[in-house]
Every structure is written in C-alpha cells, then in structure tokens.
C-alpha cells in the first residue's frame, strides 16, 4: 500500500490556496477549513466592489486551485471557535497544519475613549468595506453604515484610499438623489466625481459636497502606496516618492478627497453622546520616526471617523502571539514555536491584513496602482495583480516534512469521517455547486 500524506490548511485564499496546490502536486492530500463561507477571504470582503474583473480573476484562481482531486473543503468553520487547535494538532492524526488565516481584526485606535463610540459616528475599516461590498445585495443582513459628508479617514496606504473612494462616491450618490437623479456606484467610480456629475447636468458646487479628509502620522511620500526596495539608491528613492504623491495627487483630483499629512490623533470630539470630531496634532519627522509637535493640538470636526490603520491577525485559542503576529520560530520557516508540525503563511506571519503583502511585489507594481485604484486605465481593461505569496521557499520543505510523515489507512479514514461530519453540518457536498449557491449577488449583474 502507497504511503498516505494529508495536511490541514486554515485558510482559502491567497497563500492558502497556494499551499494547497503545491501540496497537491506533491502528492499530499488536503483538508481545506475556511471560517467564512466562501474561501475568498479579503479579495472577496475587503477589495471594493467596483475592481470586478480583478476579484473575478483572482476568485477563479482560488476555485481552481482548490477544486482539485484530492482536496476536501470545510467552509464556516474557524479554528478556536468551531474546532479546538489542540484537537486538531494531536488528536486528529494530520501529517502537519498550515495556519493561513489571514489578519481580519482592525488594529485598535490608539485614542483614549473612542471604543465607547463605536457605531456612533466612529467605524473601523474592515465592517465598513464589507458592508459596502455586499450591502446592495436584498439579501444582506449585515450592519448597515451611515454614510456622512467631510468624514474624516485616519490612517494611511491603498485601503485608506478606497474608504476615501467609498466616502466619496456614496456621499456623491447620496447628493444627487437630492436632486432627484441616481448614478450607480460602478458608473461613478469609473468617471470619478466631475465626469460623473457633468454625466447628470449638474456641476459640483450643486451637491454641496464638502468632501473627506485623510489624516496621516508620517509624510506622504511615506505612504506605502507602491514599493521601494531597502537595498534602493537615493535615485530610486526620490523617483519612488514621487510616484507615491502623484498616486496621491491623482486620486484627489478624482474623487474630491484631500490627504492631510503629518498630523495624528490624540481625543474625540463628542457632542450629544456621538462623534463630532477628533484632536489632531501635528508632527514632524526626526530619524525616520513621526515625532509630535507640542503645543499643535487642532480641533477637527466631523460627524463620522473611520479608522484605517491596519488589520492584525485574530486570536485564535491556543495558538500563541508575540504582540500582534504568531509565535514562530523565524519567518522564512513560518514554523509556530513550540510545535513541530504547525506552520503560518501570509498576514499571518507578517501581522498585515493588505493583500498585496501575499505576493511579491513586481517592478510594475507602481503603475498597477496608478491603473487599478485610480482607474486610469483603458476602457474595459483591469489591471491584473499577480497575487501570489511568493511562498515557494517555505513551502518545499514544509513538503518534504510531510513526506516523512506518512498516515496509517485507519487515520486516513477517521479524517475523512470527521470531514464529512463537519460538511454536512453546513449541508456542503460539491465545491462547485457550493460556491454557486453561496457567492453573494453582484452589483453589476443587478438590472
């Protein structure tokens, strides 16, 4: 009897399905547990509806890696919620576990006070994204977002930018339906705001629209908009800085927003129990680090802030972190300290929700970001992001590990059954029907 070889692997999309594939052409069998329904993970919740080819793309790159022989698929099932990691690791019998489960938590606002105001004019990024991507469907039954015109967005980087984007064209909407018209939201991120209201016989100055702000802590030119190499010289420096502010530049041009640098926040501005404003304060930079301004404090109102700074990967029981990322040994191995037969991948290693910290960062991938998030590309063309998470290195010798760690028929099958136990839990049976009956509807299929 051939040897049998069957991994877990917490987490379908991008370096999760990437594992997986790789294991496959290695002969191993894998089991698949996403805590979502879908595998999709922030190409699906967090990259905004309207890059439709692009989550198109990147969703059947998932669907084919994983609807593959030798694949079995568990969705809504979170480890540490619906099954125990320790139960997993030494009971279950798998030759090893991979934990790719990304970074879905919203790093807190360091603000004293201002978790009292959540869901009163104060949001965090992650909720907010979401509901915006699915909230047209008459399905929903998520939280719904109030959307308020001169909001204030704080953080920095591309997801600070789309929730700007989100901001302004749903105030946008918002705005015109005042005047008795309607524009779709595809519509009017592809013409940007000006085109868009020239489209409806109206100008700018008839919306009324203030439009919103972007405070950052450091200098735009340090905004991780596009990549600039460690090893870089002064040259690439400089030409990457100025890459950084035209991306800037443009979008503010195109969707009325305006990006504030240096300035970072410090208390609420509350008034009748809700969110009016922010303290900010000002900085300026001293040897490379974002060093306050004493005496620089500014009230800012606004009646709604949301926060984009970052996501972190969840707790997950058992599982131990180092601040805000996993216990590993080292990142080139991902091994999770303590434990010889547990490996992290992707945001979970990194301790970063972006997406494009799952795959390697290619010499175009600055004027990518001119085309994808600006929209400056051509006319039915999307620009296609090579989301691979580079992995390869760490994914060998995880492979050649398995290899030595070969099951007995009996703990095959006891997989299996307890596989099955799980799927059926959800009425899974085919992957393809299920991510037929379960893909939320889209925008742009909608009459």
Same mark, same amino acid.
């Given at each position: 009897?051939?040897?049998?070889?069957?991994?877990?692997? &917490?987490?379908?999309?991008?370096?999760?399905?990437?594992? @997986?594939?790789?294991?496959?052409?290695?002969?191993?069998?894998?089991?698949?547990?996403?805590?979502?329904?879908?595998?999709?993970?922030?190409?699906?919740?967090?990259?905004?509806?309207?890059?439709?080819?692009?989550?198109?793309?990147?969703?059947?790159?998932?669907?084919? /890696?994983?609807?593959?022989?030798?694949?079995?698929?568990?969705?809504?099932?979170? *480890?540490? $919620?619906?099954?125990?990691?320790?139960?997993?690791?030494?009971?279950?019998?798998?030759?090893?576990?991979?934990?790719?489960?990304?970074?879905?938590?919203?790093?807190?606002?360091?603000?004293?006070?201002?978790?009292?105001?959540?869901?009163?004019?104060?949001?965090?990024?992650?909720? &907010?994204?979401?509901?915006?991507?699915?909230?047209?469907?008459?399905?929903?039954?998520?939280?719904? &977002?109030?959307?308020?015109?001169?909001?204030?967005?704080?953080?920095?980087? *591309?997801?600070?930018?789309?929730?700007?984007?989100?901001?302004?064209?749903?105030?946008? $909407? +918002?705005?015109?339906?005042?005047?008795?018209?309607?524009?779709? @939201?595809?519509?009017?991120?592809?013409?940007?705001?000006?085109?868009?209201?020239?489209?409806?016989?109206? @100008?700018?100055?008839?919306?009324?629209?203030?439009?919103? /702000?972007? &405070? =950052?802590? $450091?200098?735009?030119?340090?905004? #991780?908009?596009?990549?600039?190499?460690?090893?870089?010289?002064?040259?690439?420096?400089?030409?990457?800085?100025?890459?950084?502010?035209?991306?800037?530049?443009?979008?503010?041009? +195109?969707?009325?927003?305006?990006?504030?640098?240096? $300035?970072?926040?410090?208390?609420?501005?509350?008034?009748?129990?809700?969110?009016?404003?922010?303290?900010?304060?000002?900085?300026?930079?001293?040897?490379?680090?974002?060093?306050?301004? #004493?005496?620089?404090?500014?009230?800012?109102?606004?009646?709604?802030?949301?926060?984009?700074?970052?996501?972190?990967?969840?707790?997950?029981?058992?599982?131990?972190?180092?601040?805000? +990322?996993?216990?590993?040994?080292?990142?080139?191995?991902?091994? *999770?300290?303590?434990?010889?037969?547990?490996?992290?991948?992707?945001?979970?290693?990194?301790?970063?929700?972006?997406? +494009?910290?799952?795959?390697?960062?290619? /010499?175009?991938?600055?004027?990518?970001?001119?085309?994808?998030?600006?929209?400056?590309?051509?006319?039915?063309?999307?620009?296609?992001?090579?989301?691979?998470?580079?992995?390869?290195?760490?994914?060998?010798?995880?492979?050649? =590990?398995?290899?030595?760690?070969?099951?007995?028929?009996?703990? =095959?099958?006891?997989?299996?059954?307890?596989?099955?136990?799980?799927?059926?839990?959800?009425?899974?049976?085919? =992957?393809?029907?299920?991510?037929?009956?379960?893909?939320?509807?889209?925008?742009?299929?909608?009459?």
């Amino acid at each position: 009897m051939s040897d049998i070889f069957c991994v877990a692997v &917490f987490g379908g999309a991008v370096a999760g399905s990437e594992a @997986t594939d790789m294991m496959i052409k290695n002969g191993i069998n894998v089991v698949v547990f996403d805590q979502n329904i879908l595998p999709y993970g922030k190409i699906e919740s967090g990259l905004p509806k309207w890059h439709v080819k692009l989550r198109d793309k990147q969703e059947q790159k998932i669907d084919a /890696r994983l609807n593959q022989d030798g694949v079995d698929f568990v969705p809504g099932c979170a *480890l540490g $919620r619906d099954i125990d990691f320790d139960d997993i690791v030494h009971n279950w019998g798998f030759s090893a576990v991979l934990l790719a489960t990304g970074a879905w938590k919203d790093r807190t606002l360091p603000v004293e006070g201002i978790e009292e105001y959540k869901d009163k004019g104060f949001y965090y990024q992650n909720s &907010f994204v979401q509901w915006f991507n699915l909230s047209h469907d008459p399905a929903y039954k998520g939280p719904d &977002f109030i959307i308020e015109d001169n909001a204030m967005v704080i953080g920095g980087g *591309l997801a600070s930018i789309d929730v700007a984007k989100i901001l302004m064209i749903e105030s946008f $909407r +918002k705005a015109i339906r005042k005047q008795g018209k309607d524009l779709d @939201t595809l519509s009017i991120e592809r013409m940007g705001l000006h085109e868009a209201a020239q489209s409806l016989g109206l @100008t700018l100055e008839q919306t009324g629209l203030k439009g919103c /702000r972007v &405070f =950052y802590r $450091r200098r735009i030119v340090d905004m #991780p908009l596009s990549a600039i190499a460690d090893d870089s010289s002064a040259e690439e420096i400089k030409k990457g800085h100025e890459v950084r502010k035209k991306i800037v530049q443009l979008a503010e041009n +195109k969707f009325l927003f305006k990006v504030i640098e240096l $300035r970072s926040p410090v208390k609420p501005i509350i008034k009748d129990n809700r969110i009016a404003g922010m303290v900010m304060r000002k900085n300026i930079i001293e040897n490379g680090k974002a060093i306050a301004v #004493p005496g620089s404090e500014e009230d800012i109102l606004s009646p709604l802030i949301i926060s984009s700074i970052g996501s972190i990967p969840d707790k997950i029981a058992g599982v131990k972190q180092v601040g805000e +990322k996993f216990d590993i040994e080292d990142p080139e191995s991902g091994k *999770l300290n303590g434990y010889d037969n547990v490996f992290v991948l992707g945001n979970a290693v990194t301790g970063k929700g972006n997406i +494009k910290e799952s795959q390697l960062h290619g /010499r175009n991938v600055s004027e990518s970001i001119i085309k994808n998030y600006l929209g400056l590309n051509d006319p039915g063309e999307e620009m296609d992001i090579k989301f691979k998470s580079g992995f390869d290195q760490q994914l060998s010798p995880i492979s050649a =590990y398995v290899k030595e760690h070969a099951l007995r028929d009996p703990q =095959y099958k006891e997989i299996k059954k307890r596989i099955k136990e799980l799927q059926n839990r959800v009425g899974y049976t085919d =992957y393809e029907d299920w991510i037929k009956k379960n893909l939320p509807l889209r925008m742009e299929n909608m009459d």
